[in-house]
């Protein structure tokens, strides 16, 4: 059964540093996703992304965020300079027209 | 703002017991209604998908009804097992842009 995929599973870094999260959707979604969860915490929605540009990003998504889809098949979350805050489980999802939701198995985001 | 609200937190019941869970939502313009269940540090699995236009889903032992006018949805889990302890969480998509909000969940434990 296709599924969602994330890269890295852990990923620890210097407050101050750039990171990538990496995500593969489903081969034929056109609607992606990034939210994030704090451990304890609520899921929170980051960043929609459809047809090559952002559709509704949260306030929680500044300057500080950005989202790309370097090819037909990754779809990236970057961090510019990581704060402790950012300190979090970072999933990635899919959906394709029925906008039923898929997500990945997420990124565990550790700032030091 | 969008405030989804689950109870109970947490639930506790023998096996073979049938069980509801609730989700109540402020705003009642959603585009569709989501449940997920969220096993300890994993990603969130799909369950149900309930568009605005439906009344209720079925999925194996699991039905999700979806009263839009009162701003509820119910998760009904049938002969509960072992297998289905874990937290779940119900998130409603607000528009086609695609951002839900995420209740915090009900963490069900099923003892054999």
């Known amino acids: 059964e296709p599924e969602v995929t994330q890269t890295p599973s852990h990923q620890v870094t210097?407050?101050?540093?750039?990171?990538?999260l990496r995500c593969v959707p489903i081969s034929n979604h056109l609607y992606f996703y990034w939210y994030r969860q704090i451990l304890g915490q609520?899921?929170?929605?980051?960043?929609?992304?459809?047809?090559?540009?952002?559709?509704?990003?949260?306030?929680?998504?500044?300057?500080?965020f950005s989202v790309e889809r370097p090819d037909g098949s990754n779809f990236t979350l970057k961090i510019r300079s990581t704060k402790l805050e950012d300190s979090?489980?970072?999933f990635c999802a899919s959906s394709d027209t029925s906008?039923?939701?898929?997500?990945?198995?997420g990124t565990r985001l550790t700032v030091l | 703002?969008?405030?989804?609200?689950?109870?109970?937190?947490a639930l506790s019941v023998p096996e073979g017991e049938n069980l509801?869970?609730?989700?109540?939502?402020?705003?009642?313009?959603?585009?569709?209604l989501q449940w997920f269940r969220q096993d300890p540090g994993k990603g969130l699995t799909s369950l149900l998908l309930i568009q605005s236009s439906q009344r209720?889903?079925?999925?194996?032992?699991l039905n999700a009804s979806l009263d839009k006018s009162s701003g509820r949805?119910?998760?009904?889990?049938?002969?509960?097992?072992?297998?289905?302890?874990?937290?779940?969480?119900c998130a409603v998509l607000n528009t086609n842009a695609g951002k839900s909000t995420f209740g915090d969940g009900t963490t069900l434990t099923v003892k054999p």
């Open chain 1, 14 to 20: 210097q407050m101050g540093q750039e990171v990538i």
């Open chain 1, 42 to 64: 609520k899921v929170e929605f980051l960043v929609s992304f459809y047809n090559n540009e952002i559709s509704e990003k949260s306030e929680i998504f500044d300057d500080q």
């Open chain 1, 88 to 90: 979090a489980m970072y």
């Open chain 1, 99 to 105: 906008l039923e939701q898929f997500f990945g198995p």
């Open chain 2, 1 to 9: 703002k969008q405030e989804v609200t689950q109870i109970p937190a």
């Open chain 2, 20 to 32: 509801v869970l609730n989700c109540s939502f402020t705003d009642s313009a959603i585009y569709n």
């Open chain 2, 56 to 61: 209720e889903q079925t999925s194996g032992r």
């Open chain 2, 73 to 89: 949805s119910t998760l009904y889990i049938a002969a509960s097992q072992p297998g289905d302890s874990a937290t779940y969480l």
